[in-house]
C-alpha cells in the first residue's frame, strides 16, 4: 500500500494538499530515497543508511506528520531518528520567526546534537534524519521541489550556500 493511500488528514483549510493528506509527500520522500541512498557511501564498521524520519510542520508550527521512510534498523535507531527529525523542524521553525532561517543548517551545533537536516518553504517545515545531515536536507530540498513547496533555484540556493555535498548530483538523477 503506498502512504498516498492512507486515511486523509485533518482538513485545516490551508494550502490544500497538507490540508487534506500528506501521503503524496510520503510517497515522493520514498522515491527521492530510493534514489539517495546508492549516492551515500558506506561508513566504516557501520550498517548501510537505508531510512529515517521525515517529521512534516506546518507553517504555523503545528506538526502535521513524522513518519518513517524506508527502513529503519533498529529500535534505537528509530527513536534517535524521531527525536533528531522533530529537533530540526521545531529549530528551524523557532529560528525562521527569530532570524529568517530558511534551514537548519544555519543553527547547526554538531556538538550540542543540533543537526541540519530540515529546510522552510512558504508550505511548511519539511525535516528529515537517518542519513548524513547534508543528505538529510538534500532529501528534503528534493522532495519540496518535486511537490511544488520550492523553485529550483532556491533549492539550489540553499544548497551552495550550506555546503551542497549531495543535492546537485540528487537532482540531476531525479531529472529536475
Known amino acids: 500500500m503506498k502512504k498516498s493511500d492512507l486515511p486523509l488528514a485533518p482538513n485545516d483549510g490551508y494550502f490544500g494538499l497538507i490540508g487534506h493528506n500528506i ?3 510520503l510517497d515522493t520522500a ?8 546508492p ?3 558506506p561508513e566504516v564498521g557501520k550498517p548501510p543508511r ?14 502535521l506528520g ?24 521545531d529549530r528551524l521553525h523557532e529560528w525562521y520567526i527569530r532570524e529568517g532561517h ?25 525535516s528529515f534524519s537517518g542519513l548524513p545531515a547534508t543528505a538529510d ?3 528534503c530540498l528534493a522532495v519540496a521541489v518535486i511537490i511544488g513547496w520550492m523553485p529550483l533555484e532556491a533549492a539550489m540556493g540553499i544548497a551552495e550556500r550550506d555546503g551542497d555535498e549531495y543535492f546537485s548530483c540528487l537532482a540531476k538523477a531525479l531529472g529536475l
Open 23 to 25: 501521503g503524496p509527500i
Open 30 to 37: 520514498e522515491d527521492v530515497l530510493a534514489v539517495l541512498l
Open 39 to 41: 549516492m551515500i557511501p
Open 50 to 63: 537505508t531510512g529515517g524520519v521525515l517529521t512534516i510542520l506546518h507553517p504555523c508550527g503545528r506538526r
Open 66 to 89: 513524522q513518519n518513517p521512510i524506508g527502513w529503519l534498523q533498529d529500535d534505537d535507531d528509530s527513536e534517535r531518528y524521531y527525536k533528531f527529525s522533530r529537533e530540526k523542524a
Open 102 to 126: 530558511t534551514s537548519s543548517a544555519q543553527s547547526a551545533l554538531l556538538l550540542l546534537k543540533k543537526f541540519p537536516g530540515a529546510i522552510w518553504t512558504y508550505h511548511g517545515v519539511l
Open 137 to 139: 536536507w538534500a532529501l
